[in-house]
């Protein structure tokens, strides 16, 4: 399947939980069974072919002894053989292997879909690192599972198979003599191969902690320069370093263990071909030519064993690989579309709240209960009102606005747009809607114009250029020698918080949305740009509906109505005037305020004022 | 000084070696050096494992089938003394000749089997040690390198040198253990085969350039195939990592279809890539074990006729079948490694980059130790102070902190506040005579002395993973438990503190994120008090902490601050009206300083500042 159309939801959840996860592979390898099943095929042919050589250096040693000297038969059928099975493993292992980065393609496809649907409580569970290396490192397993690991499958039962008929054929006797070890060769294989797994586990562990530790280490380095720790840390590292290479040595040994015994096992098995055979040849049962032919055979028959412990390994880890990407699909979303949902024609921006509560889902053990965020709300706002929501930390006000585009999920009938429920709204249609701009002004590494017009890349760049203006960012960016085609991020140039608050503001500000929620966003703009702003923004959305979350008093000060939350409770509502005259919460946090902002504005303007002189 | 002129951009540069630079691998013996003894006794192992390799089926072949199966045939040939030596084992036991060479073989295949585990395992002990050295070596500069140099690279950039490509060059030295299990066995063998028959041999060493030509075509043609799947792939993570970080953006903005379609264009043709790899290594991974093949079917014909015509034996052409294998595996190992190769040499330059950075503190030669009893003076003597040249930070600041003095900082953002005093902590190189302690000159003392006797609360402290107990404490093994108890309490920390689940033994997860931001600041707080400082000094973070813990820090800060030497970074009027002295600073420079009456008397901005405040609190 090679459309770029997102899978169908449903069909990333699969109903078959309770079986292994790597059962729930086998659909995806089916999709390409022609393939797969046509690879492992021609693989197979290909080590029948090989089967075949033996039998002719037997004719070649056979035809030298006796003195006969025609030869050429014999090497040209090898060389005739070798071709063959050049095509059949050259086609066979490329379709296996095909099948192996089409699953990948396909995985990776999956995940990114569930992943843009999955919500914020997902998202705390999974720390976006762990999710990068299920993405990266377990697929690649699951490659390597299916690519290599399923071949090595079908090779080792298969070759011995084969090896085990041609034996047969030449003297069953010698070939009764090999039963014996090959319980022997299997048992020692998966005993050591099981063991080298749980070493290389441990092995990995100790790789991430190490990582760990070291990037802890360096990110803390300050602290740990300020109170001169660096030996005792260099102590610490060591240990963990030390702990590392003598793990790794534990599995170096046990894989080199495996290497030897699997090379004694083979070659005491070889010692019996070598007597016996050599006896049987003495007593003239069998010819120079079958005795070498044996030799030969055994070497085809143990070979796929030696990689056994590979392919144990192999679909160990791809299982759990596997187990944990079905993990990540397994989880619905959170926040998805009720099945009557249905849109509205036009949005007004009215905004209805009845009774609306919302609790955090807790952590741990504590998850059950959770604590409360907001209590009983109830509010009306009107088409183009202008509200500001002001509180202490944890009051609620980021969660009020996340419930309002559907980021948390607000109980049925509790949060009303335009009078629809807007749990019965397309979600789609909500966010189209209602734009917020969160309180964290996170930029992609991109170009700054792509950044401001994200919702909608083709959008005209007058547009770019009038939201970049509005949010005050228009100078500095006709600052940058590549103005909107400036690289922002890693690669790019580092704005400052404040250039990436308004970078996100003037995000928001493109969509004209009828509502608009600005959470928080002015806590790194300076006073002055912030008033100037303010002031725009009262006219670009004249006759439509903003609500400002602050805890700042100089942002609420612009609002029509100002909200004060408290303990996720409504405690206060009016204009500036009203609230400062019931010198209630609003009056204190005005007060506390007005000092820190005071002391910061005169330091400004003094220090303003000094390089004015000093020029 | 500071200011000097390095080219920090080198960390941020992506490495792509291209060219062979064995300097680089050289380099490395430093670390293995140490370990030279089981690096010898690796390689006298890998001979002798080699060599019994290739003795046993010299045993099938020329004693079991020339000697014992066929007596007759043939000419007499070297047989490397396993005729003798099975003649020996004859004697000696009274087995019949055909057991005695399976005995023989079994011996070899033994001493095969052991020795070359002994091979392996030697150089596993070596490099793993020489690696953990040269990491140990590693982290030990970088964890002395100054903040200057932290203040410039990114931690990532760091981080992936001491961890990844030290990983790398264990792939590069497990891989030459490969080589060198390949080569010898395969010298050994031609040897023998030189030996036995010269003629056949040359005519099988002809096939080897076939091998090398197939193998130089592959190289050459998957080596870009290989190059555009690391820039896909890496193009491929950069996407998600971004919309995982963005995911809260690109869900309001409605994106996911939009960021699903360029996903999936990259996924496309990273899989595509992937495929075209797979088809270059299929035409080429058959081929090479398809060269055995043709080396049997050249025996066949080639050694045939020597053994019709009486100069081979048939033993031997069974020998040199046997030996078939042997013969392309280390063209075969040399491709394998060939990538790591030149990945290695990348992780080499970028190690010893890290490495060779000789950025440092000046460190006295003959330090000056602070007095056991310190008085806790601190001077500014003139002090500039830039951390990049021509944008100075600090100017001709001069004061005098009294012993137990109690001195505010107010400045707007920028001003130099917190510059100041990572200076004092003796972060930076400071001009000789501009920062005195105790009126010696802090350029005098090791930077462990100074950092031991101030505490310092960062605004950009860090909590580690750990206990709350490790955090306060900190390593220190001075500080007991009962030290780190008063100390919280000291700060009202241990309000929080015995909520939580197992109290002190809590373990927090990395940057204390299952704290609040105004719990962590309290620990940060109680870890400074713990180490019991004669100099302490707040760098008081404001920025979200809410009103209550501010309060109980306010309060905290009083009991802690008397009679001690304090510095304190302030915003509220409150903190700054119960300091001893008032020190106004502005773009670098003091404007005023002074205690309370004194700056009010002066009407100047303090002033001004001060009439702002309380006009704002009484108009209420």
Redesign the interface.
Known sequence: M?T?R?PDSAQTHTKTRSKHPLWRLVPLIQRNGRRFWGGMALINT?RLLEAF?PL??KM??D???A?D?R??F???A??G??VL??FS???G??FV??VG??V??EM??RL??H????G?KF?AGFT?GD??AR??NDITLIRQMVGLGTRLLFVLGFSGIIAFIFMLNQSASLTLLLLPALPFIAIFGFVLANRIFTQSTIVQQG?SD???Q?????????????????A???R???DT??R???D??RL??S???L???M??IT??T??LI??FG??Q??AGTIS?GT??AF?FYLGMMLSPVKEGGVMVTLFQRGGSAAARIFEILDHEPEIRDADDAAPLDTIGGSIKMRGLSYRHVG?GKEREGGWPALSDITLDIKPGEMIAVLG???SGKSTLLRLM?R?LDPAPGTIFLDGRDIRMLPL?QV??QV??V?QDP?L??TRLGHNIS??N?ERAIEEVWEAAQSADLETTIRRFPERLETQVG?RGVTLSGGQKQRASLA?GLI?ETPVLLLDDCF?SVDTETEEFILSRLKTLRAGRTTIMVS?RVSTARHAGRIIVLDQGRIAEMGTHQELLQR?GLY?ALE??Q???E???Q???K??AI??EDAS | MSGSKKDYSIFEDDIDIRKFDLKLIWRLTHWIAPYRKQMLIALGLVLLAASAAVL?PVV?SRV??DG???PA?GTPAPDFGQKALTLWLHKVTGLQP??A??GL??VW??L???F??GF??AL??AV??G??DL??DL??H???LP?SF?DRV???R??TR??NDI?TL?ELLAGFGVLLGEFVPFFIAITIMLALNPALTFELLAILPLAAIATVIFRMVSGTVYRLIRSSMSR???N??????????????????????T???I??E??DQ??RA??IE??Y???MD?MA??A???I??FG??N??SGTAT?GS??LF??FADMLFRPIVAMGDQWNVVFRAMASCERIFQALDWDEALKIPENPVPLPADLKGEVSFQHLDFAYVAGSPILKDVSFTIAPGEKVAI????G?GKTSLIRLL?R?YDVAPQSILIDGIDIMDIAP?DI??RIG?V?Q???I??GSVYDNIA???PTITRADAERAAQLVHADGFISTLPQGYETQLI??GR?LSHGQRQLLAFA?VLA?NPDILILDEA?A????ETELVIQDALKKVTAGRTSIIIA???QTIREADRIV?L??G?I?EIGSHEELMALGG?YK??YE??VQ??TS?
């Open positions: 090679d770029a997102p290909g050589m002719c250096l070649g040693i035809r030298m002894a003195g000297t030869l050429a014999p090497a040209l090898i060389l053989l070798m099975r050049y493993f050259n086609f292992r490329r292997r095909e980065v089409e990948a393609f990776r496809q990114y879909w992943l843009e649907l999955m914020p998202f976006t999710l990068m993405a990266i790789f190490l990582s760990a070291v990037q802890e280490n360096l990110n803390g380095i300050r602290t740990i320069q300020t109170h001169v720790q660096e005792h840390e260099i610490r590292l060591n370093s030390s590392y290479a003598s790794y040595y170096m040994f894989n080199s263990a290497n030897a015994g090379l004694a070659g005491f070889t010692l070598v007597g050599g006896a040849v003495i120079v005795f070498t030799i952590r202490r930390v944890g585009v980021l789609a966010r189209s734009t917020l969160p996170f992609f590494a994200y919702d890349p890693e995000r969509r806590s805890h010198n009056a007060r506390a007005g000092q820190r005071a002391l910061t005169t330091l400004e003094s220090g000094e390089a | 046993a099938v079991v089938v014992i199966l066929l045939s055909l057991v060479a399976c073989y079994a295949i033994l095969w089997a052991l070359g585990h392996r395992i596993a002990s793993l040690r690696l953990r990491r140990r982290f030990e970088l964890e002395h903040s932290y990114a931690v990532g760091v981080m001491l961890t990983e264990f491929l993570n950069e998600l990592q971004e919309n995982l970080s963005g995911i809260e953006v690109v869900q309001l903005y409605g994106r996911e279809e939009l960021n699903y379609e996903y999936s264009a996924n496309k990273n899989r992937e495929n797979i088809k299929s035409y991974g058959p081929s398809s093949f043709i049997i079917a050249t066949i014909w045939g006729h053994v019709l048939l052409i069974i079948a046997q107010v400045g707007p953002t001003s902590c972060f462990g950092r031991r310092v960062l950009d402290f860090h580690f993973s900190l390593g220190n990395e940057r299952n870890r180490m404001t979200s902490v809410d009103t915003h509220r009027l106004v502005t773009q420079k404007r901005t001004t500042l702002l405040q704002d609190v209420m």
